[in-house]
Nanobody, 131 residues
Framework: QVQLVESGGGSVQTGASLRLSCAAS?????????????MGWFRQAPGKGREFLAT????????VYASSGEGRFTISRDNAKNTMYLQMNNLEPGDTAIYYC???????????????????WGQGTRVAVSA
């Protein structure tokens, strides 16, 4: 079974940029090729629930963003490297959280995703933004 590992977090100041990576250790999930699966990014701030940020379809066919990151965050993937990315620009203190990647197991037409729609979570990477 595939395992996901996030990296790229850190402590930065307001206005900085970070690129998070999500590397998959295997090429299949529940018997399906990773290339054919959608993946996504979530984050969890201290004392809050896990919040959907963005998802990307197989072969970069589509992207969906939550309003919290739209315009500042860009999701992408490189199937040859088995890696997904989240480019985050103009970071704000409100972006402080642990960021997680996961594999989509249920598609929602309206894009209103919850953690229940994803599986095979990574351990997370911490992002701290100071004023």
């Amino acid at each position: 079974q595939v395992q996901l590992v996030e990296s790229g977090g850190g402590s930065v100041q307001t206005g900085a940029s970070l690129r998070l990576s999500c590397a998959a250790s295997g090429h299949t999930f529940s018997g399906l090729s990773m290339d054919g699966l959608s993946m996504g990014w979530f984050r969890q701030a201290p004392g809050k629930g896990r919040e959907f940020l963005a998802t990307i379809g197989p072969m970069n066919l589509y992207t969906v963003y939550a309003s919290s990151g739209e315009g500042r965050f860009t999701i992408s993937r490189d199937n040859a490297k088995n890696t997904m990315y989240l480019q985050m620009n103009n970071l704000e203190p409100g972006d402080t959280a642990i960021y997680y990647c996961a594999i989509m197991t249920r598609f929602r037409d309206g894009g209103d995703y919850s953690p229940r729609d994803f599986d095979s979570w990574g351990q997370g990477t911490r992002v701290a933004v100071s004023a």
